[in-house]
């Protein structure tokens, strides 16, 4: 994500000029930054409960879906 907000501003900069520049890359960074808060991305680790397995996996939230780290 830095890659994409610095390339925003050095683009800005070249186009717009140094001050227009930055004010287009912050307010840039700044949508980012609500939207990424909009929808954050939450993991929760669990047990598994087997004795194959190392005991651990990940349920994304909302949709509990599972995904086995064994």
Excluded: D, N
């Amino acid at each position: 994500m830095e890659f994409r907000w610095a390339l925003a501003a050095f683009l800005g900069v070249l186009v717009f000029g140094t001050l227009q520049g930055i004010v287009v890359a912050i307010a840039l960074s700044l949508i980012g930054l609500a939207s990424q808060s909009a929808k954050p991305r939450v993991h929760v680790i669990g047990r598994s409960g087997t004795p194959m397995c190392s005991g651990r996996y990940h349920m994304s939230i909302p949709t509990m879906t599972r995904s086995r780290a064994c």
